[in-house]
């Protein structure tokens, strides 16, 4: 992983077409790495969620040229690559799992495993509140056997019109992604067992992403949930 930092790092700290052009074999060989890995993460995890073992390598990792509409920053380049796990692929809308390789004080945050939704629909944003306000203790019971916790970040200020919840749960309605995450930092990723160390954070996890995706079929499909 090492050839995937030292890129980062430069990409980090030289975001210009110019540098990007000049360092396109070191992109490709942290690309191909990274993709590797991907793939090995993929069938480590898919070894106890099934969905996740079958992947192709398009459903689950991203290229590091930025989208223009996706652009919180005004960066010319990502100064991260990672994966993202999930049923369907990584555009199926289902709660999946992401691991993110990031340049030490890269404007996206520092590396980190997360599990969940990152912006989801608003319908299944709704969906998830709902369900929140109708059991909100089995939701945080998920979350506090996972060894995650809530992403934060851009959190909603008022509650949903016309929805109300105790306050030990508030904080449930005022996602806007549907999130768990574990900061690890650069050095995580260092480790020669890093894959698997991965595999089995995530597998705590589990329980969680299982409810989420089962509050998702119930209302895309008509499936009647069974107790998790």
Excluded at 53 to 66: E, I, M, T
Aim: net charge positive; with cysteine.
């Amino acid at each position: 992983m090492n050839n995937v930092l030292t890129f980062l790092e430069g990409i980090h700290h030289n975001d210009t077409k110019e540098w990007f052009f000049a360092n396109r074999r070191a992109y490709i060989e942290a690309f191909s790495k990274n993709a590797e890995n991907a793939q090995k993460l993929a069938k480590l995890i898919g070894k106890y969620d099934p969905a996740i073992g079958y992947l192709r390598l398009a459903d689950c990792s991203f290229p590091l040229p930025r989208h223009y509409k996706l652009k919180h920053s005004d960066r010319t380049y990502n100064d991260y690559l990672g994966g993202f796990f999930a049923r369907g692929g990584k555009r199926s809308g289902y709660a999946g799992y992401y691991y993110h390789i990031a340049a030490e004080g890269s404007t996206c945050g520092d590396s980190l495993l997360a599990v969940g939704i990152f912006n989801p629909s608003r319908e299944v944003l709704e969906w998830f509140r709902e369900e929140a306000v109708k059991d909100g203790s089995t939701i945080m019971e998920l979350i506090k056997a996972s060894g995650f916790q809530l992403l934060e970040r851009d959190r909603f200020l008022r509650l949903p019109k016309g929805m109300t919840i105790d306050e030990e749960h508030r904080k449930l309605l005022l996602q806007r992604h549907i999130m768990l995450v574990k900061r690890v930092g650069t050095k995580w990723f260092l480790r020669e067992d890093w894959l698997e160390r991965t595999a089995r954070t995530f597998k705590r996890c589990k329980p969680f992403i299982d409810y989420v995706n089962a509050i998702i079929d119930e209302h895309r499909l008509g499936i009647k949930r069974e107790n998790l």
